[in-house]
């Protein structure tokens, strides 16, 4: 995820009332923790994601689920590795 997307979609979040935001230790740190309203939303929204991803691992079957995420877990440590990403 770009770090807009992360920035916008945060930024909704905190807008619900479900993730709180501190200032750090400089002007550039910011801390985010779920509120009580936000662990709600995710014990509400837990039990959906857990039956998409079951319905998928079983239409993917044990071995291609394990590469899908094994691939994302690559791209996503290349992409968030320091240094030149190209």
Known sequence: MDSTTLTR???????SGW?????GHDRRE????LT???????KRALPHWEKVQA?????????R??????L??????R???PGDSR
């Open 9 to 15: 979609t945060l930024e909704i979040m905190r807008h």
């Open 19 to 23: 993730v709180a935001k501190q200032l």
């Open 30 to 33: 910011r801390r985010l923790s």
């Open 36 to 42: 009580t309203a936000g662990r709600v939303e995710l």
């Open 55 to 63: 319905q998928i691992r079983q239409q993917l079957g044990a071995g």
């Open 65 to 70: 689920w394990r590469k899908a995420l094994d």
């Open 72 to 77: 994302t877990n690559e791209v996503t440590s």
């Open 79 to 81: 992409v968030t590795a």
